[in-house]
Structure formats: C-alpha cells, structure tokens
C-alpha cells in the first residue's frame, strides 16, 4: 500500500516547512522555506488553502486561456488526500493558510464552514485570481499575521476568526467571478448533463441504478459533486438536485399516458424504490397525486 505523509496537527506541518509556531491550531505557512522534496501523498487533518503559481510540483491541475494567472488558490477540507508519489525532486513554492478545527469549535464559522463549498472542489477546480483578486487575498493573510505576531490576548482569536471568514467570503466572490467568466464552457457542461439525464432514462440506468444521483453525472463530467451542483446552480438558478427531479416529473407526465402502465411500474422505471415515495414527491413537486393526475388526462 501506498505510504501517505499525515498531519494530524499545525505544529507538525510547520515544522515539515521549516516554519515556525506561533499558534498551536493556525498558521501561515511560507512553503519555499521547505527543504526540497519527493512528490508523495499528503494527509491533512486540517483546513488547508494554498496559493500557488502555476505547476508546483506536489499539486498539478490544468489552467485554460480564459483564467487569470496571477496565482491560484487551492481548498482542502479535513482528512483529504492530495499529491502522487514519485522519486522526482520539487522545491515547494507559495503560502499556505492551515487551521484546525478546533480553532472554530462554538464560533459562528465553525457552524457555517460546510457552506464553502470549495473545501471540497477538486484540485483541477481551483480558483484562479486576477491582479486585483491576489492583492485582496494577501492582504487578507496579512491581518491574519498580523494577529499571529501579535502576543496572544482576549481579542486574539476573534480577530484571527473574523479575518478567515472575510478571506473565505472573498473566495466566494471569486468563484462566482470565475462560473461567469467560464460561462461558454459551462453552458457545454449543462449541454453534457442534460444529454446524460436524458440517457439514463432511455437506456433504463434507472432500472439498474436507481434514482440519477448528481453524484453520478459529476463523475460522468470528472467533476466534484459540490462544483458540479454550484456550476448548475450558477446557470439554471436550480441546484443540480432539482435540475433531475423536474426532468424525473417531465418523465413521469410522459409515462401517465400510457394506460398499461400501473403507478407501482412507472415508479420502478424512473428508479424508486418505493411507490410512495414517488408518490410523495410527485405531489410535492405538483400539488396533487399521480392518480389524481391521471384522471385530468
């Protein structure tokens, strides 16, 4: 089996850094300080965002002609794995903003971090920055500094929290900026699920699968679930969760016409499991049974 490096702590990955410690549970982290090294596998047990120019040894993603090259930022939640292993030697390069979770336990963030998204993109899905979009991050990682130089008082951590979320709400931004400024390239993306949707049904996946998952047509587009459903969402205005249960409905108004088919069977053929549960959400979705639906045919 494959070795994988791990740290379970801020202090650890300081140190494999070169770097100092001046908070137990954050940190940032000045990678070109780091002793050259072997690509390999990397385990964190923390938050992690990298910023990094392009092609930087241990993290590899592909950059198109329409994103900006300014640097890009990188976004690992807890217990991900990144990197590959090989005998060739890099000298890492750019920064890093670690912190733990513990750093967020009770804290407003700390009850809201799963709403960035991002922590769960794909290495390929990073978020690439314009001139202006570094300056605003470094000065960002900046104040957070500041406040690690700073001898620790009663207003430490609130300030070190209120600046990540300031960071994190500007990647935000960002990522909107990028689904715009990628729309051509999106639109063949909604092209693409709408022609496997489509497919699912006419080759009766559902049958053998069951429900489309948007698991399954982010996979199909080698794409995270997470920047998969907020692509959709950025050109339908529908999470991608919706956008296959208005085309499970379409389907299902199809199929009523159909006097030989029982509820119990269009059900199975759309993937159900369960009559009722097609039930309850074509009433849902509708306002009135699939009974009550046929009967006004």
Do not use: W
């Not at 930022?73 to 991900?80: D, E, K, M, R, V």
């Not at 060739?88 to 513990?102: I, K, M, N, S």
């Not at 794909?122 to 979009?133: F, G, I, K, M, W």
């Not at 497919?199 to 982010?218: H, I, Q, R, S, W």
């Amino acid at each position: 089996m494959e070795e994988i490096h791990h740290f379970d702590s801020v202090t650890k990955y300081n140190a494999f850094n070169n770097n100092g410690t001046r908070h137990p549970l954050v940190s940032i982290v000045y990678l070109d300080k780091a002793e050259p090294r072997h690509n390999r596998k990397l385990r964190y047990d923390f938050y992690t965002v990298f910023l990094k120019k392009i092609h930087c040894g241990d993290l590899r993603y592909g950059l198109a002609n329409y994103d900006y090259e300014e640097g890009s930022l990188i976004f690992l939640a807890p217990g991900q794995v990144i990197g590959q292993h090989s005998e060739e030697y890099y000298h890492p390069q750019g920064l890093a903003l670690v912190f733990h979770p513990d750093l967020l336990a009770g804290t407003t963030l700390g009850k809201q971090i799963d709403r960035y998204h991002f922590f769960s993109y794909r290495v390929h899905e990073a978020l690439h920055l314009s001139e202006t979009e570094r300056k605003v991050i470094m000065d960002c990682f900046t104040n957070i500094e500041f406040e690690l130089e700073h001898a620790i008082d009663k207003h430490s951590k609130q300030l070190i929290i209120s600046n990540i979320e300031l960071f994190l709400n500007y990647c935000t931004r960002f990522y909107d900026r990028q689904f715009i400024t990628r729309e051509n390239v999106n639109k063949g993306v909604l092209v693409q699920f709408e022609k496997l949707l489509n497919d699912y049904f006419t080759a009766d996946l559902a049958l053998e699968y069951g429900l489309p998952a948007v698991a399954y047509f982010a996979e199909k587009l080698h794409m995270s679930p997470n920047y998969f459903g907020d692509l959709i969402k950025k050109e339908t205005g529908k999470s991608a969760q919706e956008y296959i249960q208005n085309k499970l409905m379409d389907r299902a108004k199809m199929k009523m016409y159909d006097p030989e088919k029982s509820i119990q069977l269009i059900s199975s053929e759309l993937g159900f499991k369960y009559p009722q549960h097609f039930t309850r959400l074509f009433k849902q979705r509708l306002g009135i049974t699939p009974n009550e639906y046929r009967k006004k045919l």
